[in-house]
């Protein structure tokens, strides 16, 4: 089992930035793809960014640019750099982990932290 916990959300105005972190424990040595989701109010659930082991990344087309996803591997955490925050960008953001190399199928993740609330003021 691998446990997940993110932190670092809060309330930022619009153009700031915010750096979100994933705290994995337990089975760290199985994990292959580190990624955050982020979910709005009344909206699905949504890819964010991904990355492999390998060190690939993967973002959405709507972060591309302005946010980075990084990991520490030594201390087992998955980081994101959130920069030019946008309204849109509101949502609660989800990390998620899988032994597999996935990117966007959500339903495909093994494991999910509870997730960390991201609101950004105009």
């Known amino acids: 089992q691998v446990q997940l916990v993110e932190s670092g959300g809060g309330l930022v105005q619009a153009g700031g930035s915010l750096r979100l972190s994933c705290a994995a424990s337990?089975?760290?040595?199985?994990?292959?793809?580190l990624t955050w989701f982020r979910q709005a109010p009344g909206k699905e659930r949504e890819f964010v960014a991904a990355?492999?082991?390998?060190?690939?990344?993967y973002y959405a087309d709507s972060v591309k640019g302005r946010f980075t996803i990084s990991s520490d591997y030594a201390k087992n955490t998955v980081y994101l750099q959130m920069n030019s925050l946008k309204p849109e960008d509101t949502a609660v953001y989800y990390c998620?982990?899988?032994?597999?190399?996935?990117?966007?199928?959500?339903?495909?993740?093994?494991?999910w932290g509870q997730g960390t609330q991201v609101t950004v003021s105009s």
């Open positions: 998620a982990a899988d032994p597999n190399p996935v990117i966007q199928q959500l339903h495909e993740y093994d494991y």
């Open positions: 337990g089975r760290t040595g199985s994990i292959y793809t």
């Open positions: 990355m492999w082991w390998a060190g690939n990344t």
